[in-house]
């Protein structure tokens, strides 16, 4: 019997134990579609500097063409991008700062160099959605089309 409580005990231990290891924020936040549909949410993984460096050039590589950032001045880089309906992108955040950055009429948060992914759908073509970062306002904008 007391073998078996002190096994319970171990064991309560490590599972305590265990779990602070997966206590790590990670660098890629949701991002949501901006429609009337359930949003999208994608995470990135995060285990260590060296992968999260590894990860976001990943990132980037994967949408290139397709990938607008935000700079220290909350500056968008390219500002005018036009995109078929349905197009994956990804926006940004090249400052350390946390941000809010309006994409048309829905605002997303990111966090001091995190980026997000987010899908253009519109049921109206063409359309223009306007960026804001922070208190800077239209610095840029996308073109949805068909």
Not at 71 to 85: G, L, S, V, Y
Not at 114 to 134: A, I
């Amino acid at each position: 019997m007391a073998v078996l409580i002190f096994a319970a005990i171990v064991a309560g231990f490590m599972l305590m134990n265990s779990r602070d290891q997966y206590a790590v924020q990670p660098t890629a936040s949701p991002m949501p579609t901006p429609t009337a549909a359930k949003p999208t949410i994608k995470k990135a993984p995060v285990s260590g500097a060296a992968q999260q460096t590894q990860a976001y050039s990943e990132v980037v590589q994967q949408y290139a063409g397709r990938h607008i950032q935000f700079d220290i001045n909350c500056q968008a880089i390219p500002a005018q991008t036009t995109f078929k309906n349905g197009t994956v992108i990804l926006l940004d955040n090249r400052s350390g700062d946390a941000r809010n950055i309006r994409v048309g009429d829905v605002v997303y948060s990111f966090p001091g160099y995190g980026y997000k992914t987010l899908t253009l759908v519109s049921s109206t073509l063409p359309k223009t959605l306007n960026l804001n970062c922070g208190s800077a306002v239209n610095v840029g904008s996308i073109l949805i089309q068909r």
